[in-house]
């Protein structure tokens, strides 16, 4: 092999690789920092990379912590001597309440006012607001629509101390026993000495046609009258009554003659969904001066 004839060769081959190349050229400044800007760019998606591939370090568990508090958060105190702020009870017949008045004892702070509301399920069928007296207790009735079959019911206290709303309530069963109930009845007298007597009651909103008469000892009528159960808003549990289907009652009944001996109201209905029939007879007070409360 002629060595002259290779080294001639490659010379021939470096002139024209410079021929179409070019000259030499020199590399600028700003050249050498796009450069260097494209290489720290392509490290940073290397460490990307990198980081994707790196398998991460587990945290520690997290731990419960103590708590120092017996009380739940939102659990009121009872305070120093572990009394309750508000407290009600159906001071009798536990283990039922038949008629249209259930008895509520109620102790509280002195002079405070309570709100009382008896619920049968959802339905308030009776409510009353009254001021506990300087004892901090309070005793009276609470009217009500009662159903004619006893259901669970509830007797609920309410009240507020300072801004926070106190509340307490009582369960037992209530029950009407009959399918008019009186709340009150009694004898009026007028300013001239004329007599009516004032009943309010309830009873099925399917009693269109009830009948009312007053007799005296000797069993004469001195007065009569004819209503209808309806269903008025101002009476308190109204709303409650209505879901129910029971409704009030109220009437006058002006006397004629002059009675002797007691008073007997008698009040009859008819339900107009059965035609069914019955009567309710109830002794009256004396005399009073107003009416009815």
Not at 72 to 80: H, I, L, R, V
Not at 227 to 256: F, K, M, P, Y
């Amino acid at each position: 092999m002629d060595v002259s004839v290779v080294g001639r060769e490659r010379v021939e081959e470096q002139a024209i690789l410079e021929e179409l190349a070019g000259p030499e050229k020199s590399v600028r400044g700003g050249d050498r920092r796009w450069m260097l800007a494209i290489a720290g760019i392509a490290a940073i998606v290397c460490m990307g990379f990198a980081g994707d591939l790196v398998w991460p370090t587990p945290h520690e568990p997290a731990r419960m912590l103590p708590n120092d508090d017996p009380l739940a958060p939102n659990k009121p105190s009872a305070g120093p001597d572990d009394a309750p702020a508000l407290a009600v009870d159906v001071t009798r017949g536990k283990a039922g309440v038949t008629g249209a008045l259930v008895p509520v004892q109620v102790r509280a702070a002195p002079n405070d006012r309570v709100h009382l509301a008896i619920t049968v399920g959802t339905a308030v069928v009776g409510w009353r607001d009254v001021k506990v007296g300087a004892d901090g207790s309070w005793q009276g009735e609470v009217q009500v629509f009662a159903p004619r079959v006893a259901l669970p019911a509830a007797v609920h206290a309410s009240t507020s101390t300072g801004s926070a709303a106190v509340e307490a309530s009582d369960p037992f069963t209530l029950g009407g026993g009959s399918p008019i109930l009186v709340w009150k009845a009694s004898v009026v007298t007028g300013r001239r000495g004329a007599m009516t007597v004032a009943y309010r009651a309830s009873g099925p909103l399917t009693f269109t046609r009830i009948d009312a008469w007053v007799s005296d000892g000797r069993g004469r009528r001195l007065g009569a009258s004819r209503t209808a159960s309806r269903v008025n808003e101002w009476q308190a549990g109204s709303a409650g009554a209505r879901e129910l289907g029971i409704a009030s009652i109220v009437d006058v009944i002006s006397i004629r003659g002059k009675p002797r001996g007691g008073l007997v109201l008698t009040i009859a209905w008819r339900d107009a969904s059965t035609a069914s029939t019955g009567t309710l007879v109830v002794p009256l007070e004396s005399a009073g001066s107003a009416q009815p409360d």
